[in-house]
């Protein structure tokens, strides 16, 4: 059976942790890009979800490589400054949801 993996900061590591998945935390791009590396070749990754800025700096090398494998299949996680407001927030995370899963799913705070 295949695996979620996800390459992230420190600070968005615990709540990747929280959702059950397989968490690699790393602290700088460089790091990122030898666990990028070693995650691409691992047999039982399925899905690689990289931050974005660790998959932004990559070199055209493992770009290509990424490109080229139908597995693991490599996506992008937003990071926080990008994803705006509140509102856009949440428009953005439940099209990821819905992405997913097939549906739209509603949160509601309780």
Known sequence: ???V???TDPET???FRLAGVDVHQVEDIDEA???????????RTGILAVNEGFLAAVDERIQQRIESTYRPIVVSLPVREKLGAAGDRK???ARLVHRAVGF?????QG
């Open 1 to 3: 059976m295949y695996k």
């Open 5 to 7: 993996v996800v390459l």
């Open 13 to 15: 590591a615990h709540g």
């Open 33 to 43: 890009k030898r666990e990028i590396n070693r995650l691409l070749e691992d047999d």
């Open 91 to 93: 428009a953005f995370l």
């Open 104 to 108: 739209d799913v509603t949160l509601r």
